[in-house]
Nanobody, 126 residues
C-alpha cells in the first residue's frame, strides 16, 4: 500500500509556472506507475500525464503537452509536475495517483489507478 500527499499548489497569474510534488510513503515507490489528474468544478476528472516505474516512459494529454513535464525521483519517493505557461483553464484540483504496474505502464484511465492523494488546488488568474 502507498499513501500519497500532493503539495505545491497555489495562486498564479496566467503565463506563470508552478511545480507540484507528490510524496509517497513506503519503500516500494519504484514498483508503481504514477499519474497526474485534475478536476475542475462541474467537470470530470481529467488525465494530464503519467510516468513509468523507472521514469523512462512518459505520456501526456494533448491539453498539456509542451507545457507540463512529469518526472520522478525514486530515491526520494517523489513525483513532480512542472507546469509552465499556465492558463486560467488550468484552474482545478490536481491529484496524483499510483498503480502497481509493469515496467512500461503509463495509463491514462483514472479507474486503473489504485491509490490517490487528497489533491492540491491550483488557481490561475487572468
Amino acid at each position: 500500500q502507498v499513501q500519497l500527499v500532493e503539495s505545491g499548489g497555489g495562486l498564479v497569474q496566467a503565463g506563470g509556472s508552478l511545480r507540484l510534488s507528490c510524496a509517497a510513503s513506503g519503500r516500494t515507490f519504484s514498483a508503481y506507475a504514477m499519474g497526474w489528474f485534475r478536476q475542475a468544478p462541474g467537470k470530470e476528472r481529467e488525465f494530464l500525464a503519467a510516468i513509468s516505474r523507472s521514469g523512462g516512459t512518459t505520456a501526456y494529454a494533448d491539453s498539456v503537452k509542451g507545457r507540463f513535464t512529469i518526472s520522478r525521483d525514486n530515491a526520494r519517493n517523489t513525483m513532480y509536475l512542472q507546469m509552465n505557461s499556465l492558463k486560467p483553464e488550468d484552474t482545478a484540483v490536481y491529484y496524483c495517483a499510483a498503480k502497481l504496474a509493469d515496467i512500461y505502464y503509463t495509463g491514462s484511465r483514472d479507474r486503473d489507478y489504485t491509490y490517490w492523494g487528497q489533491g492540491t488546488q491550483v488557481t490561475v488568474s487572468s
